[in-house]
């Protein structure tokens, strides 16, 4: 099964709104990271949270990390059309597992 | 090269042939990943590589699949006999080093189509 798992597995937003999407993982991690792939090609880096930070902010992103519920909060604000993508995330060490992915749909 | 390339982007093949599937990684990262995605699915591990070698091969589907890398930078993925179901983008990514879950950068992926 998958490490792990993110939900909503669809979300449909209006341009201008926020957008939250949650993972949650198994096991232990070293780090959790984000990702977003457009067309189903390949995933591009978003943000790395480590196992020993709570949250954490890159542009419009932002991350957070509860490790004592295993779950990780991934929310864009303000989002845009061109924020339409799905969203992985993945966890750390030897294998990168990730998630079925949540797609987000932001209607202008 | 700037990124993970790979190689070819599509490919369309019959039922029982073998496909070769190539991936370039960034030059100097030493960990090698490939990924299977099937339609509107997630990411499926297939193998990793640190260097040249495959220390866990249980990722791969069946004893069709094989893969091997060269000279700590090419990658070939092999798929042997292709069945319907191995329809899908396979991915390749690389990362700097391997241990404590290094950022990964993604190749465009190759789509791969089984008739």
């Known amino acids: 099964s998958q490490q792990g798992e993110e939900d909503p597995q669809a979300l449909s937003i209006q341009e201008g709104e926020n957008a939250t999407m949650n993972c949650s993982y198994k096991t232990s991690i070293n780090n959790l990271q984000w990702y977003r792939q457009n067309s189903g090609r390949g995933l591009v880096h978003l943000i790395l949270i480590r196992s020993n930070e709570r949250e954490k902010h890159s542009g419009r992103l932002r991350v957070t990390l509860d490790t004592s519920k295993k779950s990780s909060s991934l929310l864009i604000t303000a989002s845009r059309a061109a924020d339409t993508a799905s969203y992985f995330c993945?966890?750390?060490?030897?294998?990168?597992?990730f998630g079925a992915g949540t797609r987000l749909f932001v209607k202008a | 090269g700037a990124g993970v390339s790979q190689s070819p982007s599509n490919k369309v093949t019959e039922k029982g042939k073998d496909v070769e599937l190539r991936c370039d990684p960034i030059s100097g990262h030493t960990a090698l990943y490939w990924y299977r995605q099937r339609l509107g699915q997630g990411l499926e591990f297939l193998i990793y590589?640190?260097?040249?070698?495959?220390?866990?091969k249980s990722g791969l589907p069946s004893d069709r699949f094989s893969a091997e890398r060269t000279g700590e930078s090419v990658s070939t993925l092999t798929i042997q006999r292709t069945q319907q179901e191995d329809s899908a983008v396979y991915l390749c990514a690389s990362s700097l080093a391997l241990a404590g879950g290094e950022t990964q950068y993604f190749g465009p992926g190759t789509r791969l189509l089984v008739l």
């Open positions: 993945g966890t750390g060490g030897f294998k990168t597992i």
């Open positions: 590589f640190q260097g040249n070698s495959a220390p866990d």
